[in-house]
């Protein structure tokens, strides 16, 4: 059984910057495509991005190119999430997760394995 703790969430003005972290458990990090994902209230939870298993592919949401960074640090179990340029709309909670025994840059949230808690994000004007 994987652990996944996700932190960085918080306040943040509108235009602003957040680093969300999520450290996962084990020596098998580097075995697991890792993904973010976000649900804001009443909305069902969408993907953010994914991150291959050495690091060197990313996969994002349209909308969220280029505002958007995910990256992994193999050797500290951790992978994160930039988000620059926040909108009051991308306020959810973000939760990471992990897949195993897949393969691609993988989008839906049925194909990951093991999730954290989430974190909340929320963006004021």
């Known amino acids: 059984q994987v652990q996944v703790v996700e932190s960085g969430g918080g306040l943040v003005q509108a235009g602003g910057s957040l680093r969300l972290s999520c450290a996962a458990s084990?020596?098998?990090?580097?075995?697991?495509?890792m993904g973010w994902f976000r649900q804001a209230p009443g909305k069902e939870r969408e993907f953010v991005a994914s991150?291959?298993?050495?690091?060197?592919?990313?996969s994002y949401t349209d909308s969220l190119e280029g505002r958007f960074t995910i990256s992994r640090d193999n050797a500290k179990n951790t992978v994160y999430l930039q988000m620059n340029s926040l909108k009051p709309e991308d306020t959810a909670v973000y939760y990471c997760?992990?897949?195993?025994?897949?393969?691609?840059?993988?989008?839906?949230?049925?194909?990951?394995?093991?999730w954290g808690q989430g974190t909340q994000v929320t963006v004021s004007s």
């Open positions: 997760a992990a897949s195993g025994g897949r393969l691609g840059l993988l989008r839906v949230a049925d194909e990951y394995d093991y």
């Open positions: 084990g020596r098998t990090f580097r075995s697991y495509v």
């Open positions: 991150i291959s298993r050495g690091g060197g592919s990313t």
